[in-house]
Structure formats: structure tokens, C-alpha cells
């Protein structure tokens, strides 16, 4: 596992050492939990409250479309709605045979076929 330590001389290795990312990888070492765990703990539970906003816009608006019904309303839908026949409404398609039409064949261009076999 070479590849997880940088090689550094003793000069970069104190310079290293006094910058703000050597103190903070010592601090880490010392106690990774509250430099580190915590830290990402307490972003993750911000993170979450700070997006409960825009979730709860998402249901407002969804709260907008669906109203309450109020009893005028209920009475329109009611008086439109008729109950289904299936016998009626196969007596009423069978009345659009009746009307006078008839199957005319379509007239084919010069080199098309017939396709009568």
C-alpha cells in the first residue's frame, strides 16, 4: 500500500505539518469521529432539513389540484351520469347498419393488381 503515503522530505513534510490540511489530517488521525464522522453527520441531517422545503412545495402543489368537492358540483355529477344498458347500446349499434350505405370496391391505379386469386 505505497500508493495511500505520499513521500515527502523532512522540509516538505514540515511544511506540510503547519498548513491548514496537515493540522487537519493530525486532528483526524487523533479522532477521526469528531473531525470527521461528525462533521458529515451533522451536513447530511442539514442537507435533509434544508431539502424538506422543497418537498413539501412538491405536495402543495399536488394538495392544489385535488379540491374538495363541494355539493353543487356533486349534484352536476351526478344528474350527467346515466347508467349503462349493454342491451341498449347493442340495439343502438345495430340501428348504424340499417342506414343506407354499401361497400364499394376502390378504383386501383393502371399497374396495380387486382390481388384476386
Not at 10 to 32: E, M, P, T, W
Not at 80 to 103: A, S
Amino acid at each position: 500500500m505505497l500508493g495511500d503515503k505520499v513521500f515527502r522530505s523532512k522540509k516538505q513534510q514540515k511544511v506540510f505539518d503547519a498548513s491548514i490540511a496537515g493540522r487537519y489530517q493530525k486532528l483526524v488521525k487523533k479522532n477521526s469521529f469528531l473531525y470527521f464522522g461528525l462533521p458529515f453527520c451533522s451536513l447530511i441531517v442539514l442537507g435533509s432539513y434544508w431539502l424538506s422545503d422543497f418537498t413539501a412545495i412538491k405536495y402543495e402543489q399536488r394538495d392544489r389540484k385535488v379540491q374538495e368537492v363541494t355539493e353543487s358540483d356533486l349534484l352536476k355529477l351526478k344528474s350527467n351520469n346515466h347508467k349503462f344498458d349493454i342491451k341498449e347500446e347493442y340495439y343502438r349499434l345495430q340501428g348504424i347498419r340499417e342506414q343506407d350505405w354499401e361497400p364499394v370496391r376502390v378504383q386501383r391505379l393502371k399497374d396495380e393488381s387486382e390481388n384476386v386469386w
